[in-house]
């Protein structure tokens, strides 16, 4: 097969690229660079089978040769990203999702469709499943992301109704693990940088909040089952096991053995107080689940932010906690006042 894969230099992207170049598939890369890096396709730019276009592909895609199938993950992705660049976000959900769902009309290419957990917003229902329509602000911080991934998912389907496109959509949980950039905001790549740097780890709220942290290669092996098939979705990808984000504090100081202190801050606006997707239909359709644990991913990321260590030691000042959604920290007493929503 011949894939497009936006956002391909992207800490998802670039795992995608590498999957099906390893299956032996031809792979065409684009990505703006805002939030992806050249560093992760950087083992795979000599292959042959390989080519990357720097392009904005809110702007314009023009791919040169037949294509088979195209996957579109360009977007920024990170709450700190999405808030850093809003209109860009919508952007690229709108425009960006239009031209790569024109691009797989025109080559009668499968096209899969990177959606998030995050049509769910702040769910009232729990554990997630698809038939869930989500309860998502349309005008709060959050909506540039969300909103512009439910647009993106009622653009695919109607090309898939109205134009023909064989469209299938993923709702991908939290995910993580090696080339997440240290500083990106995220809570395991957050805390793991933290606590490798000695930093205290920044729980927003109370950490009592809830989040289901997938590893990455078991997520990309979804993606590559959703591209394979020819069913529409949406289907969740995530790893239902569910964790406060205390715990996941509590694991990453226990695995890195820091002595890093852990430190309350403010909690986002519209923060989801929980997030667990049911599974049951990508087991039924794709016969994916995962089978990584939260305990092995996170050894795997911790091992890769050790052996960037510049890298993550220089990430330091900017996952401070006291960025754009976090706020000051607050003294251990105070979060208990912080009512998480009903
Ligand atoms: N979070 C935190 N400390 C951080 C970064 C995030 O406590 O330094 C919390 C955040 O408030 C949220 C959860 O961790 O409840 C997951 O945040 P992340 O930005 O990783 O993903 P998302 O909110 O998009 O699920």
């Given at each position: 097969?011949?894939?497009?894969?936006?956002?391909?230099?992207?800490?998802?992207?670039?795992h995608?690229c590498?999957?099906?170049?390893?299956?032996?598939?031809?792979?065409?890369?684009?990505?703006?660079?805002?939030?992806?890096?050249?560093?992760?396709?950087?083992?795979?730019?000599?292959?042959?089978?390989?080519?990357?276009?720097?392009?904005?592909?809110?702007?314009?895609?023009?791919?040169p040769?037949?294509?088979?199938?195209?996957a579109?993950?360009?977007?920024?992705?990170?709450?700190?990203?999405?808030?850093?660049?809003?209109?860009?976000?919508?952007?690229?959900?709108?425009?960006?999702?239009?031209?790569?769902?024109?691009?797989?009309?025109?080559?009668?290419?499968?096209?899969?469709?990177?959606?998030?957990?995050e049509?769910y917003?702040?769910p009232?229902?729990?554990?997630?499943?698809e038939?869930?329509?989500?309860?998502?602000?349309?005008?709060?911080?959050?909506s540039?992301?969300?909103?512009?991934?439910?647009?993106?998912?009622?653009?695919?389907?109607?090309?898939?109704?109205?134009?023909?496109?064989?469209?299938?959509?993923?709702?991908?949980?939290?995910?993580?693990?090696?080339?997440?950039?240290?500083?990106?905001?995220?809570?395991?790549?957050?805390?793991?940088?933290?606590?490798?740097?000695?930093?205290?780890?920044?729980?927003?709220?109370?950490?009592?909040?809830?989040?289901?942290?997938?590893?990455?290669?078991?997520?990309?092996r979804?993606?590559?089952?959703?591209?394979?098939?020819?069913?529409?979705g949406?289907?969740?990808?995530?790893?239902?096991?569910?964790?406060?984000?205390?715990?996941?504090?509590?694991?990453?100081?226990?695995?890195?053995?820091?002595?890093?202190?852990?430190e309350?801050?403010?909690?986002?606006?519209?923060?989801?107080?929980?997030?667990?997707?049911?599974?049951?239909?990508a087991?039924?359709?794709?016969?994916?689940?995962?089978?990584?644990?939260?305990?092995?991913?996170?050894?795997?990321?911790?091992?890769?932010?050790?052996?960037?260590?510049?890298e993550?030691?220089?990430?330091?000042?900017?996952?401070?906690?006291?960025?754009?959604?976090?706020?000051?920290?607050?003294?251990?007493?105070?979060?208990?006042?912080?009512?998480?929503?009903?």
């Amino acid at each position: 097969m011949r894939v497009l894969i936006t956002g391909g230099a992207g800490f998802l992207g670039s795992h995608l690229c590498e999957a099906l170049l390893l299956r032996g598939d031809t792979v065409v890369c684009a990505d703006d660079l805002s939030t992806g890096r050249l560093s992760n396709i950087a083992a795979f730019t000599d292959n042959p089978k390989f080519t990357f276009l720097q392009v904005d592909v809110s702007t314009g895609l023009t791919v040169p040769g037949h294509l088979d199938a195209v996957a579109h993950l360009a977007s920024p992705a990170s709450p700190p990203d999405y808030h850093r660049l809003p209109l860009e976000t919508l952007a690229v959900g709108s425009r960006g999702t239009e031209n790569a769902l024109r691009v797989a009309e025109e080559n009668a290419a499968r096209f899969v469709l990177a959606s998030t957990s995050e049509i769910y917003g702040d769910p009232t229902v729990h554990p997630q499943n698809e038939q869930y329509w989500g309860n998502v602000s349309s005008i709060g911080p959050r909506s540039v992301y969300d909103e512009a991934k439910r647009f993106a998912e009622a653009l695919a389907m109607a090309y898939s109704r109205s134009r023909g496109v064989n469209v299938g959509i993923v709702r991908i949980f939290n995910t993580f693990g090696p080339r997440m950039r240290a500083e990106d905001g995220r809570v395991v790549s957050s805390f793991i940088a933290q606590a490798l740097n000695g930093d205290p780890l920044t729980i927003y709220g109370d950490g009592q909040q809830t989040r289901s942290f997938c590893y990455v290669d078991d997520l990309i092996r979804g993606i590559v089952a959703m591209i394979d098939s020819s069913e529409s979705g949406p289907v969740n990808l995530g790893n239902p096991i569910e964790r406060t984000v205390q715990e996941l504090a509590e694991m990453v100081l226990d695995i890195t053995g820091s002595e890093s202190a852990i430190e309350f801050h403010q909690r986002p606006v519209d923060d989801p107080a929980r997030r667990r997707p049911d599974i049951k239909l990508a087991r039924d359709l794709l016969g994916w689940q995962p089978r990584v644990s939260t305990e092995e991913g996170l050894q795997h990321l911790v091992d890769y932010f050790r052996s960037h260590a510049g890298e993550v030691s220089a990430a330091a000042g900017s996952i401070s906690g006291a960025q754009f959604e976090g706020g000051p920290a607050l003294s251990p007493q105070e979060p208990s006042a912080l009512a998480l929503p009903a």
